[in-house]
């Protein structure tokens, strides 16, 4: 799990995080978008205006890979580090408009929920309303506008903590909040804000006391723990205000009320969101495509059906094509040609390239186009074996030259689950149960190193908002164990993302170490070298009646404590005679109380 804090000796190096537990390995945000392509080499990109005396919006596809920067990735290895790109958990969009005037308000479209699929963030087609279409007409009519996607991806990481407890009198800290806050629903910066601001002492009583979890430990700035303590206040003191953008907190007053003294242990573990921002030129793609008829293709101006003579019609695919689930989609399409008899097209779908389009002619003063089309899927076999299943449907009348194939085309929905390929590190698969509202089970399906996205179809649900997913990560192969439960819950987004850190053991298993008492006194020194799998040992001196503590992060939570340890120590013989520095050797051990015993000398 990375660290929401960049090292000191890379404090340089941009979008770079260290890991809670393997001091070589480093998280990596992406640098840049680039604009993926198609089967046929051309940019994976469609961005439709609809044009009429009724008709606003638009549509909009895509598919970008997320780039790192290489040069840092090469420079890093050779410094000896491994580099693991950020799992993100989830995305959205929009498009901005930059105006050309100085300290002019940019104008922007709504945000719009991003899919992933390993280091690619795809849009199968959205829908644009009328503002937008206005961004994209700026964009096509004048030669200054400049239209960015703004990409929004949405990573957790393991804020700093600290060996302290802070406890605070709570009768005066909700007079204070109420104060500071004015009685009213307030965002997160401005609580933390208001904790800022208490005093340490009021009234000549002391407010807030901090208390120290071990010896020696140095208390951060004020501001830095006080700031940590209100973000964990929000859940424990604070309801959330739903329908709000930015989330808004209301004070909780019965939770002032349990106890006369609030306290906040910050040395345990807390997972926080936080955004990368990245943008990507849409405006460069338009003036850079030189070619008129890929052009046309890319930022096509779609009118309504009617009597005219040439119609170019866009076949878009949103249906998502997995070998194991969705194999192949066929589109026939029946139109009045130029002869004002029916003619008809058909198009396949297998993955590549998801856009198609035709232009036909037609008697503009006796005919209208007659617009229709079907769909065909071919699904894999259930269990992986047998015939495929094919499903023809019937003809559908369309009102428009943008043929959407999407879920509701077929009457499935569509569920994208992925697991980060470092969690298969750690077990030998995940099972993946969704499940309706009457607890029915629609789909199994088991996800494998070889296999980890899926797109999972689920006839007949009406909404993937009232189904729950249920993730079971299986024991790795050579381990005893039972299956683990990664998430169950509900599926936000269309998409569900399992990150390595949900194997991971976020809080370290604290190791005591002591030296044996009644054998203390025959040594000058006693020194214990520990480690565990992936880290450098550790040098720690062991003195009689202090024990010391060693946080140990197993690799899993299907590995059990398992480290190394050995001794260095210079003995005392009978006579007072001091012996050489002696070192034993290495010796796996797995117990969470260690006592080490020295060989006595004769």
Not at 222 to 242: H, K, M, Q, S, W
Not at 304 to 321: D, G, K, S, W, Y
Not at 463 to 473: F, G, K, N, R, W
Not at 530 to 553: C, M, T, V, Y
Request: proline fraction near 8%.
């Amino acid at each position: 799990m990375l660290w929401l804090t960049p090292l000191s000796e890379l404090a340089s190096v941009a979008n770079v995080f260290p890991d809670h537990a393997d001091p070589t390995l480093l998280h990596l945000l992406p640098s840049r978008l680039a604009l993926a392509t198609t089967g046929a080499r051309l940019p994976d990109f469609f961005l439709a205006r609809y044009r009429g005396a009724s008709v606003g919006g638009g549509l909009l596809r895509m598919r970008h890979r997320l780039l790192r920067d290489e040069a840092m990735e090469t420079d890093l290895a050779a410094g000896g580090w491994k580099t693991r790109p950020v799992v993100f958990e989830g995305g959205q969009f929009r498009l901005r408009l930059r105006s050309p005037l100085e300290d002019a308000k940019a104008e922007v479209g709504d945000w719009y929920d991003l899919l992933f699929a390993g280091d690619e963030i795809y849009v199968p087609a959205v829908g644009l309303n009328e503002h937008e279409t206005q961004l994209i007409r700026d964009l096509l009519e004048q030669e200054a506008a400049v239209i960015d996607l703004e990409v929004q991806l949405n990573y957790r990481g393991l804020v700093p903590v600290y060996p302290w407890i802070v406890s605070i009198q709570a009768e005066p800290l909700f007079t204070l909040l109420s104060s500071q806050l004015d009685s009213q629903p307030a965002r997160a910066d401005q609580i933390v804000a208001a904790f800022l601001s208490l005093p340490d002492v009021r009234v000549g009583e002391r407010l807030i006391e901090y208390h120290a979890l071990e010896s020696g430990a140095t208390m951060p700035a004020r501001d830095v723990i006080l700031a940590e303590v209100a973000v964990r206040a929000l859940d424990r003191c604070f309801t959330r205000v739903l329908e709000t953008d930015p989330v808004l907190y209301a004070l909780e007053p019965e939770a002032f009320a349990i106890t006369p003294v609030l306290s906040w242990d910050v040395r345990t573990p807390r997972l926080e969101t936080r955004q990368h921002l990245l943008t990507w030129s849409v405006s460069d793609l338009y003036h850079e495509t030189l070619d008129e008829d890929l052009r046309g293709q890319l930022f096509p101006s779609v009118q309504t059906i009617t009597p005219f003579e040439r119609a170019t019609v866009h076949i878009v695919n949103q249906l998502p094509i997995d070998p194991d689930h969705l194999r192949r989609v066929g589109v026939d399409v029946r139109f009045i040609g130029e002869q004002g008899v029916p003619e008809f097209a058909s198009y396949d779908f297998r993955g590549e390239d998801n856009v198609a389009q035709f232009t036909t002619f037609f008697p503009a003063l006796t005919n209208a186009l007659d617009l229709a089309y079907r769909v065909t899927t071919v699904m894999a076999p259930p269990g992986g074996t047998g015939w495929p299943i094919v499903k023809k449907r019937d003809y559908v009348p369309v009102e428009s030259l943008i043929l959407e194939i999407d879920p509701d085309a077929i009457e499935f929905q569509f569920l994208c689950a992925e697991v980060d390929p470092e969690l298969f590190d750690h077990t030998a698969g995940v099972d993946l149960a969704v499940t309706n509202t009457d607890d029915v089970i629609l789909k199994q399906v088991r996800l494998l190193p070889g296999k980890r996205t899926s797109w999972i179809p689920l006839p007949g649900a009406a909404s993937l908002a009232d189904l729950t997913v249920m993730a079971t990560a299986l024991p790795p192969t050579d381990a005893d164990g039972t299956p683990y439960l990664l998430y169950q819950g509900a599926v936000t987004g269309g998409q569900l993302r399992l990150p390595a850190y949900l194997l991971e053991v976020l809080e370290p298993d604290r190791i005591e170490l002591s030296l044996a008492p009644d054998v203390a006194s025959h040594f000058v020194g006693v020194w214990i070298e520990i480690k565990d799998q992936g880290n450098s040992a550790r040098l720690l001196p062991l003195e009689p009646d202090r024990p010391l503590f060693w946080n140990h992060f197993r690799a899993s939570v299907f590995d059990p404590v398992r480290y190394e340890y050995r001794l260095q120590y210079i003995a005392r013989k009978f006579t007072g005679e001091t012996l050489p520095l002696a070192i034993t050797d290495w010796t796996a051990a797995s117990e969470t109380s260690l006592l080490v015993r020295p060989p006595v000398p004769e």
